[in-house]
């Protein structure tokens, strides 16, 4: 007999994913693949969506041909900040422009200076002026420099909604997608801003629906629910909010750390802006407060840099453990030593010799430097709410010193960490299968663990 399941196809900007969950939510099947890029008219490397297309549609008909699976529902997640234009044929206008793409300022000052002005925007739209990663600014932009280009779209899709559309030819938006940083959202009116009226964007974003909405349909003849897809950061949220019952922040970890409070109660404010923090959304349209550090990138940076000096291996920041000795040592005699490459924060007032006696010394001490701003960090996305859960997910997750560190500096929270490598893909399969989960589902599925500090003075 065939086993049941939800499909999910998970994009991100480099791997392709498909995975088949069973009703219990665990993995039963997974595939992938990478897909070359290609130039958009311009010459900027960009998504090669008629390759992706393919590659989706190639997948979900082998699937249905096996007699392994019978699929239940299939949704979709995808990274953000990305538009898929169509014709009034359905055709696609353009190339899926990347949001990297470099645009001219000269149109991003002539949007702040007609909209602005610039702080009040960003709080209202919970973005920081980031140019086509704030993806509403590509539809300005377009409106404004390709006139002949924009006047031939009826419908502009967020990229999940589009591989939604591809399932079901009916063109939607939802939440999460329009809440990643668009610029498109005024968090304090709960609706499009009022430049998304005035530049009469609004008619090309099709109709909102929730997040959880499905479309019965018939595919190859098989009775199928359709998702119209969540945003990647949002869907990895998903299973923390539907599985715990008090308050808490998710700090993910990676080349950024984003600090996530989906209980921000509070407004970002024009300081929260200039800290870099932003609004992502939960699926029912509740602001997600986010706290931004490039902390993974500069830990890199730095690591490269003290490889070179103590001459070790490419790896040898793995086997470094928490030494108490080494830790105490350094803050009965703590001076700032590390002079950021790529961190946007207050440098402090002087920086010391690194004068180290050991990598491991060294190593300590970049963790403790780090670990200032991180809490910082996550202070400002807490704010003024009462949260006294913090979990852990990605990379840093599984360096010891960093666990270590965060529970001696938020001494007063419940530190746990999870592996969340299935994150937003499983959190997809959970909004179209909208069942109540507990606790007990982290532990199953996320091999949580509570942490303790080793050290208390």
């Known amino acids: 007999m065939a086993q049941e399941v939800i499909a999910v196809f998970d994009i991100g900007k480099t791997n392709k994913k498909f995975f088949l969950f069973d009703m219990d939510f665990r993995e039963v099947h997974r595939d992938y693949t990478y897909l070359e890029t290609i130039e958009d008219e311009d010459g900027h490397p960009t998504e090669n969506l008629k390759a992706l297309e393919s590659w989706v549609q190639r997948t979900f008909q082998d699937i249905l041909k096996a007699k392994d699976y019978k699929i239940k529902a299939v949704n979709f997640s995808s990274y953000g900040a990305s538009f898929v234009h169509l014709d009034d044929m359905g055709k696609v206008v353009t190339p899926l422009y990347n949001y990297t793409k470099p645009i001219n300022a000269a149109i991003i000052d002539k949007f702040y200076a007609q909209y602005g002005p610039e702080i009040q925007f960003c709080r209202e739209t919970g973005t920081t002026r980031e140019g086509m990663l704030n993806s509403g600014i590509q539809l300005y932009w377009l409106k404004h420099e390709k006139p002949d280009v924009f006047s031939k779209i009826k419908h502009s899709l967020h990229l ?13 938006s939802e939440y999460t997608s329009i809440g990643c940083h668009t610029a498109l959202w005024n968090y304090e009116k709960q609706d499009y801003h009022d430049w998304v009226y005035q ?43 539907r599985s715990i019952d008090k308050k808490f922040l998710l700090l993910s970890t990676g080349t950024w750390s ?27 349209g509740a602001p997600v407060k986010a706290a931004r550090l490039f902390l993974g990138h500069e830990y890199n940076l730095k690591i490269k840099e003290l490889e070179k000096h ?3 291996g490419d790896n040898y920041h793995q086997s470094v453990m928490f030494d108490p000795n080494i830790y105490q040592k350094l803050k009965d ?27 491991e010394e060294a190593y300590h001490q970049l963790m403790i430097e780090l670990m ?22 990605g990379g840093f997750a599984n360096n010891q010193i960093f666990v270590e560190l965060l529970a001696k ?9 999870t592996d969340a490598s299935l994150g937003s893909a499983l959190g997809a399969a959970i909004a179209i299968s909208n ?17 303790s500090p080793l050290i208390t003075n």
């Open 160 to 172: 999940t909604q589009y591989l939604s559309y591809l399932f079901t030819g009916i063109p939607v």
């Open 199 to 241: 530049e009469e964007i609004h008619k090309i974003l099709p109709s909102i629906v929730d997040t959880g909405t499905s479309i019965n349909s018939k595919l190859f003849g098989h009775q199928i629910k359709i998702g119209v897809g969540i945003h990647d950061s949002s869907a990895a949220l998903l299973p923390y909010i």
């Open 258 to 284: 984003i600090a996530l409070n989906p209980f921000s109660k509070q407004l970002l404010t024009d300081e929260d802006t200039d800290s870099n923090c932003i609004n992502y959304m939960r699926i029912n």
């Open 310 to 312: 103590f001459n070790v």
């Open 333 to 359: 005699n703590f001076l700032h030593r590390f002079d950021w490459s790529s961190l946007e924060v207050t440098k402090p007032k002087s920086v010391a010799a690194m004068d180290f006696n050991s990598y």
């Open 372 to 393: 200032e701003l991180q809490i910082d960090s996550i202070k400002r996305a807490i704010g003024k709410e009462h949260i006294k859960q913090l979990y852990v997910d």
């Open 409 to 417: 500096g938020l001494n007063h929270m419940e530190i746990k960490t």
């Open 435 to 451: 069942v109540e989960l507990d606790q007990k589902f982290l532990e199953k599925n996320y091999a949580l663990k509570k942490h």
